[in-house]
T-cell receptor, first 116, second 115 residues
Framework: GDSVTQMEGPVTLSEEAFLTINCTYTATGYPSLFWYVQYPGEGLQLLLKATKADDKGSNKGFEATYRKETTSFHLEKGSVQVSDSAVYFCALSGAWYGGSQGNLIFGKGTKLSVKP | DADVTQTPRNRITKTGKRIMLECSQTKGHDRMYWYRQDPGLGLRLIYYSFDVKDINKGEISDGYSVSRQAQAKFSLSLESAIPNQTALYFC??????????????FGEGSRLTVL
């Protein structure tokens, strides 16, 4: 079945450091890929998405490119801030033809802590 | 006010008790979901509903039931709670986009502890 694997945390960085959180997926068909972020005490919210191969999603300085050849969707940010401290989830959409349209399959999450 | 509201936000109960978690939304979305979050396991889908008359089991539906009382309301019940149902529960909604690109909108979560 479809699945998402993301790097385990926690990840601790100093402010202004470069961030990469790896995400790879296994899926049939042509899923859409997402990064969600969960700030402390809050629900998840969409950070960015890409709906087809070679698309780049971007938001708030974060970027991720949908790489079909490597089945990856790595999250990057050039200079992290303390306010980026959160848990980041990679996710893919369920197979269109499998009857699970709209359902997301989530990775286990990566906790990021940014120190001043 | 939040677009997706969950009640209660925190609940402590005992094994064997019946518990209901409620979710209401003002986004006008047809689709609603219940997820469970456990440390190190990410989010797992319990049930989902694409409209008032459509209820579907997710990955981990055993021990849970749901009711879609209206387009805006979707409740999750634990008929007889057990300790391994201790978790953070999230309700989410999405619009019908005709493809698989839709965004989920989450509530703030309901933390349930079963003693």
């Amino acid at each position: 079945g479809d699945s998402v694997t993301q790097m385990e945390g926690p990840v601790t960085l100093s402010e202004e450091a470069f961030l990469t959180i790896n995400c790879t997926y296994t899926a049939t068909g042509y899923p859409s890929l997402f990064w969600y972020v969960q700030y402390p005490g809050e629900g998840l919210q969409l950070l960015l998405k890409a709906t087809k191969a070679d698309d780049k999603g971007s938001n708030k300085g974060f970027e991720a490119t949908y790489r079909k050849e490597t089945t990856s969707f790595h999250l990057e940010k050039g200079s992290v801030q303390v306010s980026d401290s959160a848990v980041y989830f990679c996710a893919l959409s369920g197979a269109w033809y499998g009857g699970s349209q709209g359902n997301l399959i989530f990775g286990k999450g990566t906790k990021l802590s940014v120190k001043p | 006010d939040a677009d997706v509201t969950q009640t209660p936000r925190n609940r402590i109960t005992k094994t064997g008790k019946r518990i209901m978690l409620e979710c209401s939304q003002t986004k006008g979305h047809d689709r609603m979901y219940w997820y469970r979050q456990d440390p190190g396991l990410g989010l797992r889908l319990i049930y989902y509903s694409f409209d008032v008359k459509d209820i579907n089991k997710g990955e981990i539906s055993d021990g849970y039931s749901v009711s879609r009382q209206a387009q805006a309301k979707f409740s999750l019940s634990l008929e007889s709670a057990i300790p391994n149902q201790t978790a953070l529960y999230f309700c989410a909604t999405s619009a019908h986009t005709g493809d698989n690109t839709g965004e989920l909108f989450f509530g703030e979560g309901s933390r349930l502890t079963v003693l």
